[in-house]
Nanobody, 119 residues
């Protein structure tokens, strides 16, 4: 079992920045693909960014956040981050942390943290 707890959400102005954290417990997350997803009101949950297992980790991003968001992991702290810069109102959503063990290790979700971008 993996427990994921997101933090760092809040209100930001357009053009501002926030950093989300996802603290994991129960298992080390270095063996999981870690991801951030978001769900805006009335919309389906969508992938924002993912990072593969290991110390290096390959990343991929939704086109809408490329160049603005950066996902990273600190395996020593069992934590994943999402640095969000140049925020836009359309980034407003609940952001969820995900740990994907590719079937064998299970898949886990946090409860989410709300990000609101508004002037």
């Amino acid at each position: 079992q993996v427990q994921l707890v997101e933090s760092g959400g809040g209100v930001a102005h357009p053009g501002g920045s926030l950093r989300l954290s996802c603290a994991a417990s129960g298992r080390i997350i270095s063996i999981y693909t870690m991801g951030w997803y978001r769900q805006a009101p009335g919309k389906q949950r969508e992938l924002v960014a993912r990072i593969t297992p290991g110390s290096g980790g390959k990343t991929n991003y939704a086109d809408s956040v490329k160049g603005r968001f950066t996902i990273s992991r600190d395996n020593a702290k069992n934590t994943v981050y999402l640095q969000m810069n140049v925020l836009k109102p359309e980034d407003t959503a609940v952001y969820f942390c995900n740990a994907d063990g590719a079937g064998l290790l299970g898949e886990y979700w946090g409860k989410g943290t709300l990000v609101t971008v508004s002037s």
